[in-house]
């Protein structure tokens, strides 16, 4: 079955801790995204790939980092220089970066910091 | 600046009935929008999209309506389910990376 991998679904870290989230697909997309959501909020853009080796910030990348060394993989880490890291991450990938491309996306990890 | 918005957080409907979500954007440059629907702790999936040169597309139980002058979409579910009991987000697409809204939390009574 083709899909989207996160892992692990439930974390938890102590503040001032680095964690990095897992995100793994084997769709074959060439583009790769993650989104934050807060309770009552819609998703926001954290960090967006095209292709392998290339990465755009989206609209809260403060306090995030990413990686894209292969096509399948997206790792996101969450850094202690962001503010409010507790969250629910999903990962999404789409063929290519074009705006109409519909995106499919993983079940999300639970990050708590306290 | 919110560019999409969903002004109605929940919504309730008796199941048979229509269910009928909102959603408003204010970016002209978006050409495409899609809705995706979400049960909690998991994933959106895709549901159905519209692009801005139509005004309605269907999909079995879903239609999504265009108005572009007043820059206004609306989810249709006819007849509404039980399981259609999700968050449903609208999203708007012109030449960057889509924009979500807050969605709506519709709630199908049996």
């Known amino acids: 079955d083709g899909g989207i991998t996160q892992s692990p679904k439930y974390l938890f870290r102590k503040e001032g801790q680095n964690v990095t989230l897992s995100c793994e697909q084997n769709l074959n997309h060439d583009a790769m995204y993650w989104y934050r959501q807060d309770p009552g909020q819609g998703l926001r853009l954290i960090y967006y790939?095209?292709?392998?080796?290339?990465?755009q910030k989206g609209d809260i990348a403060e306090g995030y980092s990413v990686s894209r060394e292969k096509k399948e993989s997206f790792p996101l880490t969450v850094t202690s220089a962001q503010k409010n890291p507790t969250a629910f991450y999903l990962c999404a990938s789409s063929i290519d970066s074009g705006p109409r491309r519909t995106k499919y996306f993983g079940p999300g990890t639970r990050l708590t910091v306290t | 600046d919110q560019q999409v918005k969903q002004n109605s957080p929940s919504l309730s409907v008796q199941e048979g009935r229509i269910s009928i979500l909102n959603c408003d954007y204010t970016n002209s440059m978006f050409d495409y929008f899609l809705w995706y629907k979400k049960y909690p702790a998991e994933g959106p999936t895709f549901l159905i999209s519209i692009s801005s040169i139509k005004d309605k597309n269907e999909d079995g139980r879903f239609t999504v309506f265009l108005n572009k002058s007043a820059k206004h979409l609306s989810l249709h579910i006819v007849p509404s389910q039980p399981g259609d009991s999700a968050v449903y987000f609208c999203a708007g697409s012109g030449n960057t990376p889509l924009v979500f809204g807050k969605g709506t939390r519709l709630s199908v009574i049996a």
């Open positions: 790939s095209q292709i392998v080796n290339d990465f």
